[in-house]
């Protein structure tokens, strides 16, 4: 084994891809093209990486750019911040809620017109205390569930979205400034690697963001379909 004064031909490669995509990941190259560029550089490197050792070595480099910890023991002072109140008793602030219910009764509607409420700057919703709305506040919506006209429905309905009627078939939907994005069924983003890639980013640009994943759980819907063919 080689001291530092000596290194491998192995450890001065790793040092040099390790380098590169970290500068990948610095230009913001989207997950395809970072992976591609690795898998180039150590080919003309005379070296031959797997898939698996690629995202490895890409996953270490956004670890070192963003100076993430590599988890925490019971050695250190674990610093978190106090748990608030988006929804009070209901949804949580900065962190992960889940609304589970039957279908079609009201979940949409209802995390829509809080929604409402909250970017109008009501104090409460249904008695209950809301969050104070921040300088820039942002919503990201992904919602596979429904396609763009029922969303275009709910949101104009909650006033999240102005409708203007071009004829008696279509209409021109705007969403609310504050809506930064949506992907509904018909314009869907994927939880793949680079899907995920994709939401992370929206989330950086629009920091404190509202995130909101509409979903219908598979077991739910293979159970409501069994008892459709039993009815039948």
Same mark, same amino acid.
């Given at each position: ?126 008695? $209950?205390?809301? %969050?104070? *709305?921040?300088?820039?506040?942002? &919503?990201?919506?992904?919602?596979? =569930?429904?396609? @763009? ?5 709910? $949101?104009?309905? %909650?006033? *999240?979205?102005?409708?203007?009627? &071009?004829?008696?078939?279509?209409? =021109?939907?705007? @969403? ?57």
């Amino acid at each position: 084994m080689s001291n530092d004064k000596n290194p491998t031909a192995d450890q001065l490669f790793f040092a040099a891809v390790n380098e590169l995509a970290v500068r990948l990941h610095r230009q913001e190259q989207p997950i395809r093209l970072r992976h591609a560029s690795i898998r180039s550089f150590a080919y003309g490197e005379n070296f031959s990486l797997k898939d698996n050792e690629i995202r490895f070595i890409d996953k270490q480099a956004e670890r070192q750019l963003h100076d993430w910890k590599d988890g925490y023991d019971a050695t250190e002072a674990i610093r978190v911040p106090r748990m608030e109140w988006f929804w009070e008793g209901i949804f949580l602030r900065d962190r992960v809620n889940l609304l589970i219910a039957r279908e079609k009764v009201g979940k949409t509607a209802l995390v829509l017109y809080l929604l409402r409420s909250w970017l109008s700057g009501c104090p409460s919703f249904m008695g $209950l205390e809301l %969050a104070k *709305l921040p300088d820039r506040p942002a &919503i990201l919506i992904v919602g596979p =569930d429904q396609g @763009l006209a029922d969303w275009s429905w709910y $949101l104009s309905k %909650a006033g *999240l979205a102005t409708e203007t009627v &071009i004829d008696d078939d279509t209409a =021109d939907i705007r @969403l609310v400034p504050e809506i930064k994005k949506i992907w509904p069924q018909d314009a869907p983003v994927f939880l793949d690697e680079e899907g995920i890639a994709n939401i992370a980013q929206h989330c950086a640009d629009h920091p404190g963001a509202l995130y909101l994943r509409f979903t219908r759980s598979p077991q739910w819907a293979a159970w409501t379909q069994g008892k459709r063919r039993r009815l039948r």
